[in-house]
């Protein structure tokens, strides 16, 4: 390659000082969701060029002062570029991720701040590139090679044959993809953070997703310019009702109540019906608020390694109470072996423990009913399970390792048990008093109750943990009281 560093002196009274201009340009810029942002800077020419000299510059918003710059930042101390290589400054994020950063700071830059590297001091500077118009500012970003916001939660690549930079924005933004010095690229893409590679063969560039409606089949480089049809539907839609979602790798938007969030917050699950069918996981790193009660996401739908999910978040929304968004869920009392209908929905079962915590933290559940076998997971809340003791568990179900596992999401999620089939008088005690049904039970834990009143029609029925008083809004009738196993008659008073 033509080396391209020029050299300039400069007579000062009697000293002569040397200065190395070399002609340094930005190769890569970055403007990504969440301040992901980094710069790439190029060096052309075969010298090792020193970054003592040099700095990279901006204006925030609109310029104050028209054509000036008002941040100066300067490169590491004894920072150099090697010949043909490149200088990389990025925010920590993805200093921690990628090895090719040399320079992680606090790179605060938007889509409409314009940012320049120059050579020399804040008094006396030459400006070699410059990315935006130092002069005017948009609202939120300039458009690039005919991509509206092109600077804004987009990459832009430096074409290959591009060897300097360019202080004049209008001729390096171009107004098409042929005249333009740059490529634009979708939001936090980095596969050419690191390197300034020769990219000619990348044409043509555009969507490159089939399930998107602008799908290019020629191109081999996307974009960012992917839009994808409005499909409202429901989970159990989604779900398909069978082992794979018919809708597997195309954009959906659908709702639901949060069930549990993941640990560090790196997904999940909702539910929009208190049915079978109706939960999802979604695969994202949203923090969830405590006022906040579901999601509404356009996502795509994956399947990763057996569980239907909502992936590839393309938009994330909150809400807290709203009548359409919010139904009322009850846990879905199972009484079988999981499968595929309860997946990420939020289930409860009782029954004893017989094989406690494994080494990936697992127990298993035999349902008290029928012998049934249900693992459960400490995925999200860790509980030391005893063998041969009763537990009622809830939480949503999850899919891994070829099993489906519940997955209890606090300590609220595990309860004892009693389970005695032979209750006596001489354990239970039922009373009438003051048109209340009184029971007391000498066990501790959660106890199974129903009332009938003489016709047999139930008039009550749930669990109490040692005590209880119910309403029976009438005084002169007879009761029959079931606890567990036991039954009493009762007569009002």
């Given at each position: 390659m033509k080396n391209r560093l020029s050299i300039f002196f400069i007579i000062i009274g009697t000293s002569t000082v040397l200065l190395a201009q070399a002609p340094l340009f930005y190769s890569e810029y970055s403007v990504g969701e969440s301040n992901f942002n980094y710069i790439e800077i190029y060096?052309?020419?075969?010298?090792?060029?020193?970054?003592?000299?040099?700095?990279?510059?901006?204006?925030?918003?609109?310029?104050?002062?028209?054509?000036?710059?008002?941040?100066?930042?300067?490169?590491?101390?004894?920072?150099?570029?090697?010949?043909?290589d490149v200088y990389v400054i990025s925010n920590s994020f993805l200093s921690q991720q990628f090895n090719q950063v040399d320079q992680s700071q606090f790179l605060m830059i938007h889509g409409n701040d314009c940012l320049g590297l120059v050579y020399g001091t804040p008094d006396n500077y030459t400006l070699?590139?410059?990315?935006?118009?130092?002069?005017?500012?948009?609202?939120?970003?300039?458009?690039?090679?005919?991509?509206?916001?092109?600077?804004?939660?987009?990459?832009?690549l430096r074409k290959s044959n591009i060897y300097e930079g360019n202080t004049d924005w209008l001729l390096s933004a171009g107004t098409n993809i042929e005249n333009s010095e740059w490529i634009v690229l979708g939001p936090d893409q980095w596969s050419f953070l690191g390197s300034h590679e020769n990219i000619s063969d990348l044409y043509p560039i555009g969507c490159t997703d089939s399930v998107a409606t602008f799908f290019c089949v020629e191109c081999n480089l996307d974009d960012g310019s992917c839009e994808y049809p409005e499909l409202n539907l429901s989970i159990a839609e989604i779900q398909g009702m069978s082992d794979t979602s018919p809708y597997e790798g195309q954009v959906v938007t659908a709702f639901g109540n949060i069930l549990a969030s993941m640990s560090l917050s790196t997904g999940h699950f909702i539910q929009d019906k208190d049915s079978l069918w109706s939960g999802i996981y979604v695969n994202t790193a949203w923090e969830k608020s405590s006022s906040t009660t579901g999601l509404i996401v356009t996502a795509k739908v994956r399947e990763v390694d057996g569980l239907t999910i909502l992936d590839d978040i393309i938009s994330l929304n909150s809400y807290t109470y709203i009548p359409e968004y919010s139904p009322v869920l009850v846990p879905l009392v199972i009484n079988e072996a999981l499968s595929e209908k309860h997946e990420s929905c939020f289930v409860e079962v009782i029954g004893k423990c017989v094989e406690p915590n494994n080494e990936f933290d697992e127990a298993v559940i035999e349902l008290i009913d029928n012998g049934i076998e249900v693992v459960i997971s400490s995925l999200i809340y860790e509980f030391d399970f005893q063998v041969d003791s009763f537990y009622r568990i809830n939480g949503p179900v999850y899919f891994s390792n070829n099993e489906f596992k519940i997955c209890p999401k606090f300590i609220n999620s595990i309860s004892p048990y009693v389970s005695i089939p032979e209750f006596d008088s001489l354990s239970i005690s039922v009373k009438v008093i003051n048109n209340h049904i009184e029971i007391e039970s000498q066990y501790i834990g959660l106890q199974d109750y129903i009332i009938y009143n003489i016709q047999g029609q139930v008039i009550a029925q749930g669990v109490f943990d040692g005590s209880i008083s119910i309403s029976t809004h009438s005084g002169n009738s007879a009761y029959i009281v079931n606890v567990g196993k036991y039954s009493q008659l009762v007569v009002g008073q």
């Open positions: 060096n052309p020419t075969d010298s090792i060029v020193s970054l003592d000299n040099y700095a990279f510059v901006y204006t925030f918003n609109e310029p104050t002062i028209p054509g000036e710059f008002e941040t100066w930042k300067a490169f590491n101390d004894g920072a150099v570029i090697e010949p043909g070699l590139d410059v990315v935006g118009d130092r002069y005017e500012s948009p609202d939120i970003g300039w458009d690039v090679a005919g991509y509206e916001l092109g600077t804004n939660n987009h990459t832009l």
